[in-house]
C-alpha cells in the first residue's frame, strides 16, 4: 500500500499531475483524475494502514 498525507498535498509538496484515467480508446467516459508518483509517497503494509485508519475512527468517535 503507498500513501502521503494530504498537508504535504495541499501544500505542493508532493507534485501531481492531473489526467484522464481511462485509456479513451477502450472507453467512451473518460474519467479525470490525478497522478501521484510513488517517490512521493510511503509504502507501508496493510496492517500499518489498518491500525491507523483504527486510530483516526477512534478519535473521531470520541469527538
Do not use: C, Q
Request: proline share 3%; glycine share 6%.
Amino acid at each position: 500500500m503507498w500513501l502521503f498525507e494530504m498537508k504535504e498535498w495541499k501544500s505542493g509538496a508532493i507534485p501531481h499531475v492531473e489526467g484522464g484515467l481511462i485509456d479513451p480508446t477502450y472507453s467512451e467516459n473518460e474519467i479525470t483524475g490525478y497522478r501521484v508518483e510513488r517517490d512521493f509517497m510511503e509504502k507501508i503494509d496493510v496492517k500499518i494502514l489498518r491500525d491507523r485508519i483504527d486510530s483516526i475512527w477512534s478519535e473521531f468517535e470520541r469527538s
